[in-house]
């Protein structure tokens, strides 16, 4: 069973920031990565940004250099660092961790969301 918790969500006004934390936990042999992805009201969920084992970060455009990705020492913990928020930023976040097992598959494990909304 692996449990994965997302916190940090809530109202900011545009151009400010928010610090998002997701936290992994539970039966994990190996973190293979962790993400973040989005979803606004009507539209489809969307990937934000990730971090693969090896440190190396994926950033949606519409993000990049304006969002971070970073994890914790203990690497079942990762951040989301937003600055520069817009409304087109408003969107229920989600965390999604890839955990590898002892036998080399993936298993995907979503948290349950935390909401982010940006008012102009």
């Known amino acids: 069973q692996v449990q994965v918790v997302e916190s940090g969500g809530g109202l900011v006004q545009t151009g400010g920031s928010l610090r998002l934390s997701c936290a992994a936990s539970?039966?994990?042999?190996?973190?293979?990565?962790m993400g973040w992805y989005r979803q606004a009201p009507g539209k489809q969920r969307e990937l934000v940004a990730t971090?693969?084992?090896?440190?190396?970060?994926t950033y949606a455009g519409s993000v990049k250099g304006r969002f971070t990705i970073s994890r914790a020492n203990t690497k079942s913990t990762v951040y989301l660092q937003m600055d520069g928020l817009s409304p087109e930023d408003t969107a229920v976040y989600y965390c999604k961790t890839t955990i590898l097992d002892v036998l080399g598959y993936n298993h995907d494990y979503w948290g349950q969301g935390t909401q982010v909304t940006v008012s102009s």
């Open positions: 539970g039966s994990i042999f190996s973190i293979d990565a």
């Open positions: 971090l693969a084992s090896d440190g190396r970060a």
